[in-house]
């Protein structure tokens, strides 16, 4: 079975704080995406990455940056967290090719106070 | 600018009460339109992958349609552990990424 894992279920964090949110897939896929999920918006892309060492915006990057050192790694940064970056974060992985169903991890609900 | 668009947003059924969900798409040029399932406080669960009008799959008591405009689930006699949030999303040409919809969520009474 593929399983993407996300280092943490559940975060709380100080406005100001530099935040980690951490993703390993063990699939060797290519592709890996980062998420965030509110009730009423559904899920909005925030960043991708295709390759190590390669990214590319989403729909909403502001106030995010991502890492990929290492192909089944993927990491999410909140540069200096804010209260409206609470929510249900979402890593996904997927293989490069037409049948490119995304495989999800559990989820990571951060709150910031 | 690509939109999914998923009805109705809630709903409620007998266990045994037969049902669609809808999910109408306007983009570019679809590559494929995926559903998922997604339970509280989980990540989604891929169910069906779509490429082509006419198309159809089936999982247990799920059948996924496709037309040039739009999906449908159905849910043929649906038991309370079919509760859940079901989402569509499409991926557009050029585009890796998904674009999803805001998700219907569907409780199955016993």
């Known amino acids: 079975d593929v399983k993407v894992t996300q280092s943490s279920r559940y975060l709380v964090k100080r406005t100001g704080e530099k935040v980690f949110l951490e993703c390993v897939q063990d699939?060797?896929?290519?592709?890996m995406f980062w998420y965030r999920q509110d009730p009423g918006l559904g899920l909005r892309l925030i960043y991708f990455?295709?390759?190590?060492?390669?990214?590319e915006k989403g729909d909403i990057p502001e106030g995010y940056s991502v890492s990929r050192e290492k192909k089944e790694r993927f990491s999410l940064i909140l540069e200096s967290a804010s209260t409206n970056q609470t929510s249900m974060y979402l890593c996904?992985?997927?293989?490069?090719?037409?049948?490119?169903?995304?495989?999800f991890g559990q989820g990571t609900r951060l709150t910031v106070v | 600018e690509d939109q999914v668009t998923q009805s109705p947003e809630a709903l409620r059924l007998q266990e045994g009460e037969s049902s669609s969900l809808n999910c109408s798409y306007t983009?570019?040029?679809?590559?494929?339109l995926f559903w998922y399932r997604q339970d509280p406080g989980k990540g989604p669960e891929f169910l069906f992958t779509?490429?082509?009008a006419g198309e159809e799959k089936e999982k247990e008591r799920l059948k996924a349609t496709l037309t040039k405009k739009e999906s449908f689930l159905h849910i043929t006699a649906p038991k309370p552990e079919d509760s859940a949030t079901y989402l569509c999303?499409?991926?557009?040409?050029?585009?890796?990424?998904?674009?999803f919809g805001s998700g219907t969520r569907l409780q199955v009474q016993p």
């Open positions: 996904a992985s997927s293989f490069r090719g037409p049948s490119d169903e995304a495989f």
């Open positions: 983009v570019s040029g679809l590559r494929g």
């Open positions: 999303a499409v991926q557009v040409t050029g585009r890796r990424a998904l674009t």
């Open positions: 779509l490429y082509s």
């Open positions: 699939m060797d896929h290519e592709n």
């Open positions: 990455s295709y390759d190590v060492k390669m990214k």
